[in-house]
């Protein structure tokens, strides 16, 4: 039994009062910081969000600020995932879900395209064969 | 799966995408309070990895480990965990019974002698073999057989990683932990009362790509136990300024202060609550109000009243002086030169003081 | 000399501002759980007792002197310094309300050692002349009779006559070479001379090789209680010289708190040396002689007896299980109080407290508090190791009117020593 059937309301019943943890704005200059070195260095960067105290609130508060741009994907493995390219180009969030839809991790990414959302060489191999296969199959029965 | 194949391989063989993969990696990553820097390195060895055989002992325990195990929150992380490993026998999970069940244990064990992760939850009765037995072998005796043929022991939960509530006093049962009994393993210690089911399934994925982790001084992974929840509270900054909840129905316990006053271990206690947090991370005690119990330290259960607000560790003066201590130093280099000096011309100006110095009227 | 001044007492204070006392104070939050812990403000509710406050003028001194918005703030006028005035109306809260106990800093969260910096604070307090009538005579005496109550060599003398008689054993004196020498206090010998006797009888039984010294046979030490290190190490001093002047091996602290920990503890801090020689609490020794076989009794006692650890001894001093491994074996019937060990609640009149008449009612209210203890169990006796606690003890239970033997764990072996 887990807490994903339980309304959302519910859920969040301790956010009103909860006490802002000052994390916040650190977060957002560390984007900040991120871009910079993007532009200049080409360096990457990933921030897991998991890992750094917020009070409750407060991560719904930070996804409100960055906001949602122009890009919006939804991949289906193993339980959805959300690759939304926020309000600031190259500031990237990952929301990956479990089967339940409930969010076992959530990530920023400050790159162009982040790497899970671009095909898999591996994958490609796979879908090559398969492709053969459905080609060969059509062969051998015409 | 067969154990020859490498979990890489068998993902692919059963159609899990390289996305899936990577995206496993991250979460994984991010259970185990990685830097994000780490995905890749453990995509590379978990792609790698020949899955292990693990062979799981419950002793003087409630199964709260084993049930916390399963309520991982993640079922399909839990699932690509389980199919690294082969969970040879563990006596609440597996189908088989009886004679059958020890067959599959000793069976497990000849097959991976040397190679095998033993996995304990619950306490070893020390004086009287009696109080908890297994098939007719005593726990410490199948304790020392399969601690003898594994790789590595990992103890999970508080009763096995330092004697939990078994141990409490007065100790009926004379139980000891894991660590009590067996010196020549490494042993990794998981405690708590549970412990956070992803701080288990982490420190397996942990211990499978990276081996032995890096430990403290209780034995546990620094990954998961390196911070207080004190540390990581996000009530912390009402501590700092002084702001406390008195009583449970206050104006402070309304306003969210610290629950320091109210019984919280936390300063004291090591683990990930604050930030991993349980039941899919939606809250931890914390932040349901409730002051933390310090379940993951040794003989909490002891530690006097929950709901009595902390006098220094349990029952440990020491600690007292290694924070003043550790106070001390820091305090000492902000002290600085000029004050310093200033010290020195006290020292200097000193008189010495004698008996005919202590009366007004001399 | 030039007297007790202002400016003695303030650059005392600026002296004795260490860095942990710089620490402490800038980590405290104000939790206010060290007055809990103060039978002070227990017994009288009173926010005045709260031990941190207690320390107010010392905390001045660190502001304004070593750091930057105290000086500051000083420079401008805008923070009051610290006066001759301040010091005299937090005299009676230094040292009328503060046994030295050690019970609040056992509770800070923050692990803040109150009790390190009230002893410090003392050392500005009695520069400035600001020290209770009865302390500074008591001192007076220490320094120059050797007894701070007086007794003098004499006195001593004649007790152990009285002694050698009674229980037919050798009191040996400055006998050069002996194991170890035995230090008494004042009141033990004024007010408990059995104590001679029952150490003369157990280590004639033990085969202890002992001696008392006419030079230095005081143990306590006023100059601690006070909060003046120079007499402090006086009287330190006056002990190390005896003990290498006759090769002992040890020195035995009398059962006196105070006494235990200005020789183990201050003292090689005091004279700035190690000491070559070891010091243990007498009922260390006994513990010891226990386990070796050494002492053997003819019979236990038969009374409901608990145990009241002297602060010093417990919670200062670190010696909890032997007075327990003791009374164990010397009797059936033995029963902890609530709140016992190094929680222990103090009796109300350590650190220098019983030597102030002007706290003699304070501390008779706070007794309140060892009587609920006391309340709770209901035994027949109690057993202390202190002289000064036992004495304290027996005021306070005839003030509440309680009739209960108080015993010294030393003398109830001695009673109950097997005859060979």
């Known amino acids: 039994m887990t807490a994903n059937g339980m309304p959302a309301s519910t859920i969040a019943s301790s956010a009103p009062c909860a006490p802002p943890t000052g994390n916040l704005v650190p977060l957002l200059h560390e984007i900040r910081h991120a871009l910079t070195r993007w532009l200049e260095q080409g360096e990457e960067h990933v921030i897991d969000l998991r890992s750094i105290p917020l009070a409750p609130g407060e991560e719904d508060s930070l996804l409100e600020q960055l906001g949602e741009g122009e890009v919006n994907a939804r991949l289906s493995i193993t339980g959805p995932s959300d690759i939304i390219e926020t309000r600031y180009p190259a500031v990237w969030l990952i929301t990956h879900y479990n089967e339940n839809e409930s969010i076992i991790g959530r990530f920023i990414e400050i790159c162009e395209v982040p790497g899970i959302l671009k095909s898999q060489a591996d994958d490609i191999r796979a879908g090559l064969e398969r492709l053969e296969d459905q080609l060969s199959n059509a062969e051998t029965r015409a | 799966m067969s154990k020859d194949k490498t979990l890489g391989e068998t993902l692919q063989e059963r159609g899990v995408s390289r996305r899936s993969f990577l995206k496993f990696c991250a979460t994984t990553a991010s259970m185990m309070a990685l830097p994000p820097a780490m995905i890749p390195v453990i995509a590379a060895t978990l792609e790698k990895l020949r899955r292990p055989s693990v062979i799981w002992l419950s002793f003087q325990e409630c199964t709260g480990c084993t049930e916390s195990l399963t309520r991982s929150h993640s079922a399909t992380i839990e699932d690509l965990i389980f199919d690294t490993i082969s969970l040879d026998y563990h006596h609440t999970l597996q189908a088989a019974s009886g004679s059958a069940a020890e067959h599959a244990r000793e069976e497990a064990m000849q097959e991976n002698y040397g190679n095998y992760i033993l996995v304990v939850d619950g306490s070893i009765p020390g004086e009287n073999n009696g109080y908890s037995t297994i098939a007719g072998i005593s726990n410490k005796a199948m304790l020392l057989e399969v601690a003898a043929g594994a790789a590595a022991i990992v103890a999970v939960g508080s009763c096995a990683a330092f004697g939990g509530i078994p141990k409490a006093d007065p100790n009926p049962t004379g139980a000891v932990s894991v660590s009590d009994l067996i010196k020549d393993k490494p042993i990794v210690n998981i405690p708590g009362c549970p412990p956070i089911p992803a701080v288990i399934t982490g420190v397996l994925v942990q211990f499978l790509t990276f081996g032995l982790p890096e430990l403290d001084q209780l034995g546990r992974p620094a990954a998961f136990y390196g911070n207080s929840i004190h540390d990581r509270c996000y009530r912390r900054p009402f501590y700092d300024k002084g702001l406390f909840a008195d009583s449970f129905d206050d104006e402070g316990a309304k306003k969210g202060w610290c629950l320091f006053k109210l019984g919280c271990k936390g300063p004291t206690t090591y683990n990930a609550c604050a930030t991993t947090k349980w039941n899919d991370g939606t809250s931890f005690p914390i932040e349901a109000g409730h002051p933390c119990l310090g379940c993951s330290e040794p003989d909490f259960w002891d530690a006097g009243s929950f709901y009595k607000a902390l006098s220094t560790p349990t029952e440990d003066i020491g600690k007292t002086a290694v924070y003043a201590g550790a106070a001390g130093l820091i305090a000492g280099a902000a002290l600085g030169a000029s004050l310093r000096a200033r010290k020195q011309s006290a020292v200097k100006n000193h008189e010495r003081v004698t008996i005919d110095d202590l009366d007004q009227e001399s | ?420």
Request: hydrophobic content about 40%; glycine content about 6%; aromatic content about 8%.
């Open chain 3, 1 to 420: 000399m030039s007297g007790p001044s202002f400016e003695r007492g303030y650059n005392a204070l600026k002296e004795e501002i260490d860095a942990p006392t710089a620490a402490f104070f800038s980590s405290c939050v104000h939790c206010g759980m060290c007055a809990e812990a103060c039978l002070f403000f227990t017994e009288t509710r009173d926010p005045k007792y709260t031990p941190i406050h207690k320390l107010e003028p010392l905390r001045k001194v660190w502001k304004q002197e070593y750091t930057f918005w105290g000086k500051l703030g000083k420079a401008l006028g805008l923070s009051r310094p610290l006066t001759d005035q301040d010091l005299a109306d937090w005299e009676s809260l230094v040292y009328d309300s503060c046994t030295l106990c050690g019970r609040c800093s056992m509770v800070c969260p923050v692990g803040n050692d109150i009790t390190y910096m009230i002893r410090k604070l003392r050392e500005g307090m009695a520069a400035a002349g600001h020290a209770p009538k009865g302390l500074i005579d008591a001192t007076k005496r220490a320094v120059t009779i050797g007894s701070p109550m007086g007794v003098k060599l004499p006195a001593l003398q004649a007790q152990i006559r009285h002694t050698e008689k009674e229980y037919d054993v050798k009191v040996p004196m400055d006998v050069e070479g002996a194991e170890y020498l035995c230090l008494l206090s004042s009141m033990e010998i004024m007010n408990f001379p059995e104590y001679i006797g029952s150490i003369a009888r157990i280590f004639k039984k033990a085969k202890v090789s002992w001696t008392l010294s006419s030079q230095a046979f005081e143990a306590t030490n006023s100059g601690i209680q006070i909060g003046v290190s120079d007499i402090a190490a006086e009287l330190v001093q006056r002990i190390v010289d005896v003990a290498e002047e006759l090769k002992v091996k040890a020195v035995i602290s009398p059962e006196c708190g105070h006494a235990y920990m200005a020789i183990r503890w201050d003292g090689p801090n005091l004279v700035g040396k190690r000491f070559n020689f070891k010091v243990v609490h007498i009922l260390e020794l006994l513990d010891e002689l226990r386990t070796q076989g050494r002492l053997k009794m003819k019979d236990k006692e038969a009374r409901k007896l608990t145990y009241h650890d002297p602060c010093q001894i417990a919670r200062r001093g670190g010696v909890i299980d032997q007075p327990r491994n003791l009374l164990n074996m010397l009797a059936d019937n033995f029963v902890e109080m609530p709140e016992t060990g190094k929680m222990n609640w103090c009796c109300g009149a350590g650190g220098g407290v019983s030597s102030n008449e002007r706290a003699d009612d304070l501390r008779l209210k706070t007794f309140a508090r060892k009587k609920a203890q006391l309340d709770t169990i209901n035994v027949d006796a109690i057993v202390s190791a202190c002289s000064n606690c036992r004495i304290h003890l027996e005021e306070g239970l005839e003030e509440y009117h309680m009739e209960l033997p108080l015993l010294s764990l030393t003398e109830t072996i001695a009673e109950h020593l097997a005859e060979e």
